[in-house]
Nanobody, 125 residues
Framework: VQLVESGGGSVQAGGSLRLSCAAY????????MGWFRQAPGKGREGVAF???????TYADSVKGRFTISEDNAKNTLYLQMNSLKPEDTATYYC????????????????????WGQGTQVTVSS
């Protein structure tokens, strides 16, 4: 499976961006797909996950501001980011694993086997 992200960019605080992740290859019926981010000098953290059963889970820092969704017909994952803050600045990565999602606190980057190349999001104050 190949994952290709797009949609990053620069925006002022309070603005919005939508990230997309196109998946190519065979997608098993059971999966967990998600977004991680990594700021300079920090570890990679889970932002939002969505499962093939429709389950979603979010990091506390983005709840109410970010929305994860998918278009199964297009094999595309989205992350709508609203009310962006400077602390959201990071490289955002799309990831996938063929198993059900657990809570965002219970899954780390090591649980995901497929990764995109990353897309940069910069939020200025």
């Amino acid at each position: 499976v190949q994952l290709v992200e797009s949609g990053g960019g620069s925006v002022q605080a309070g603005g919005s961006l939508r990230l997309s992740c196109a998946a190519y290859g065979y997608i098993y019926s059971t999966y967990c797909m998600g977004w991680f981010r990594q700021a300079p000098g920090k570890g990679r953290e889970g932002v939002a996950f969505i499962g093939s059963d429709g389950y979603t889970t979010y990091a506390d820092s983005v709840k109410g501001r970010f929305t994860i969704s998918e278009d199964n017909a297009k094999n595309t994952l989205y992350l709508q980011m609203n009310s962006l803050k400077p602390e959201d600045t990071a490289t955002y990565y799309c990831a996938a694993v063929f198993r059900p999602c657990d809570t965002i606190a219970a899954m780390t980057q090591h649980d995901f086997g497929y990764w995109g190349q990353g897309t940069q999001v910069t939020v200025s104050s």
